[in-house]
């Protein structure tokens, strides 16, 4: 299995940042997939997760309705939109289908 995140970056309060990870190495369409994030000094959490198809989405309670999990089986890829950012979203944000972790792609919220 190998989980490849991209797409962090810096960006300012308000404002909007989509994050990448292609996966493989694993029949990636039966795999419900998860992004968490770890901020520096506090422990790894939830932040999303998604069904297999698609069809079913799930959030922590801090980033709903401001961000949208998405996938493209297609693509063996699975997406992070994130909108309205605050700068307590900064972390390393992590995908995983809860045997194995990329190396995380930084998101840091700062004027």
């Known amino acids: 299995v190998h989980l490849v995140e991209s797409g962090g970056g810096l960006v300012q309060p308000g404002g909007s940042l989509r994050i990448s990870c292609a996966a493989s190495?694993?029949?990636?369409?039966?795999?419900?997939m998860y992004w968490y994030r770890q901020a520096s000094g506090k422990e790894r959490e939830f932040v999303a997760s998604?069904?297999?198809?698609?069809?079913?989405?799930s959030y922590t309670n801090s980033v709903k309705g401001r961000f949208a999990i998405s996938r493209d089986n297609a693509k063996n890829t699975v997406y992070l939109q994130m909108n309205s950012l605050e700068p307590e979203d900064t972390a390393v944000y992590y995908c995983?289908?809860?045997?194995?972790w990329g190396q995380g792609t930084q998101v840091t919220v700062s004027s």
């Open positions: 190495g694993f029949t990636f369409e039966s795999y419900f």
């Open positions: 998604i069904s297999g198809n698609g069809a079913y989405t």
């Open positions: 995983t289908e809860k045997k194995s």
